[in-house]
């Protein structure tokens, strides 16, 4: 399995820019990258995901080297909210046996006022 | 309706306890998922069902048992648990999508 390195906690000041590393170096050609975040025990909820080429959504954007060994999230406008433990995940490509998403440690952001 | 819906949302057993969690998805999902969450860690995939057969065990003890009667539903019978197997409990269901998530059953055995 792919497994994926993220910093343990990071902070950011409101209304500026959080940027979220991950190392993901065994990945394989055909795995995703997805994100996900953890409001304090709720279900995680999806962010974003993609595969080679960088993406953006309503949430954030993603984006991810060219050599695929490593991505980055960003929260281009960090609001209080969006304090919450953030979760890198290679989802491990399955056609007859499900897809598989295993959570790698996660980095928990402060968002500071 | 892009909800997973678990059941119930806390539950308290005693270790010689049957007890059963749920969890219900309408997306025509055909990947369902069971997580265990402990405090302060990440979610550990447990169970995963791939067209309502079990496809991946990640070497779960026997006192949970999965079950999936229909391609909506997900079960996870617990049976003879110790007070470590306190944890939120998470269901997922995805199919060639991200993996839509419920809100968990916070489970304490006493």
């Known amino acids: 399995d792919a497994k994926t390195t993220q910093p343990t906690s990071m902070d950011c000041a409101e209304g500026r820019a959080a940027n979220l590393p991950c190392n993901h170096s065994?990945?394989?050609?055909?795995?995703?990258v997805y994100w996900y975040r953890q409001i304090h025990s709720q279900g995680p909820q999806y962010i974003i995901h993609?595969?080679?080429n960088n993406e953006t959504n309503e949430m954030a954007s993603l984006i991810i080297t060219e050599d695929r060994k490593s991505s980055t999230l960003i929260l281009p406008h960090a609001t209080l909210r969006d304090t919450a433990v953030y979760y890198c995940?290679?989802?491990?490509?399955?056609?007859?046996?499900?897809?598989?998403?295993?959570f790698g440690t996660g980095t928990s952001l402060t968002v500071i006022p | 309706d892009t909800e997973v819906t678990q059941t119930p949302k806390h539950l308290v057993m005693g270790m010689t306890n049957k007890k059963s969690l749920k969890c219900e998805q309408h997306?025509?999902?055909?990947?369902m998922y069971w997580y265990k969450q402990k405090a302060k860690k990440p979610p550990e995939l447990m169970f995963v069902y791939s067209y309502e057969k079990l496809s991946i065990n990640e070497s779960v003890p026997s006192r949970f048992s999965p079950e999936c009667p229909n391609s909506s539903l997900l079960n996870l019978h617990l049976h003879a648990l110790q007070p470590e197997d306190s944890a939120l409990y998470l269901c997922?269901?995805?199919?060639?999508?991200?993996?839509?998530f419920g809100q968990g059953t916070r489970l304490t055995v006493v």
């Open positions: 997306m025509g999902h055909r990947a």
């Open positions: 997922a269901s995805s199919w060639n999508t991200e993996a839509f």
């Open positions: 993609g595969l080679k």
């Open positions: 065994t990945i394989s050609g055909n795995e995703y």
């Open positions: 995940i290679v989802r491990v490509d399955q056609s007859n046996t499900g897809n598989q998403f295993y």
